[in-house]
């Protein structure tokens, strides 16, 4: 297994797929920084990831244990879909990471005032940061010394 550190760049983007899953790649990226110790700020097992994880009906620590070995994404993913506790036909897997790219901010009032507070110290001039992965794209591009 490459040691991925996260001290030193951001893992994937959540927009990239594996398998069609969203999510996932980034993820994988969080867990092995973890195993490795070099996760940063990021946490494997943090709320996004755990939609991925009820989604498909895997635990995060069998995960964990299972990427620890050392596979690739390709033998994660499959090591995934034989053992998802809730198997997902193909289209669904699409529109669940359609709406999970395309998704706006959580509504309640706590929530979003947690976001437009994060997003204002990121950037007080971007009015396209409309989404959670339009978020989490300039977090990981500003904190590793991008210009919002």
Same mark, same amino acid.
């Given at each position: 297994?490459?040691?991925?550190?996260?001290?030193?760049?951001?893992?994937?983007?959540?927009?990239?797929?594996l398998g069609r899953y969203l999510i996932l790649p980034r993820m994988l990226d969080?867990?092995?920084?973890?195993?490795?110790?070099?996760?940063?700020?990021?946490?494997?097992?943090?709320? /996004?990831?755990?939609? =991925?994880?009820?989604?498909?009906?895997?635990?995060?620590?069998?995960?964990?244990? +299972?990427?620890?070995?050392?596979?690739? #994404?390709?033998?994660? $993913?499959?090591?995934?879909?034989?053992?998802?506790?809730?198997?997902?036909?193909?289209?669904?897997?699409?529109?669940?990471?359609?709406?999970?790219? !395309?998704?706006?901010?959580?509504?309640?009032?706590?929530?979003?005032?947690?976001?437009?507070?994060?997003?204002?110290? /990121? !950037?007080?001039?971007? +009015? #396209?940061?409309?989404? $959670?992965?339009? =978020?989490?794209?300039?977090?990981?591009?500003?904190?590793?010394?991008?210009?919002?």
């Open positions: 297994m490459s040691t991925i550190d996260l001290t030193q760049r951001p893992p994937r983007s959540v927009r990239t797929r969080k867990c092995r920084a973890t195993i490795a110790g070099k996760n940063g700020e990021y946490h494997y097992n943090c709320p /996004l990831d755990q939609y =991925f994880l009820n989604f498909v009906g895997i635990d995060a620590e069998e995960l964990k244990n +299972e990427v620890s070995t050392g596979k690739g #994404d390709g033998e994660i $993913l499959e090591w995934i879909e034989a053992n998802a506790k809730k198997p997902r036909e193909q289209w669904e897997i699409a529109q669940w990471s359609t709406f999970h790219e !395309t998704r706006g901010i959580d509504s309640d009032a706590e929530t979003f005032g947690w976001y437009a507070e994060a997003i204002g110290k /990121l !950037t007080t001039t971007r +009015e #396209d940061i409309r989404g $959670l992965a339009d =978020f989490l794209d300039l977090d990981d591009y500003v904190s590793f010394g991008g210009k919002a």
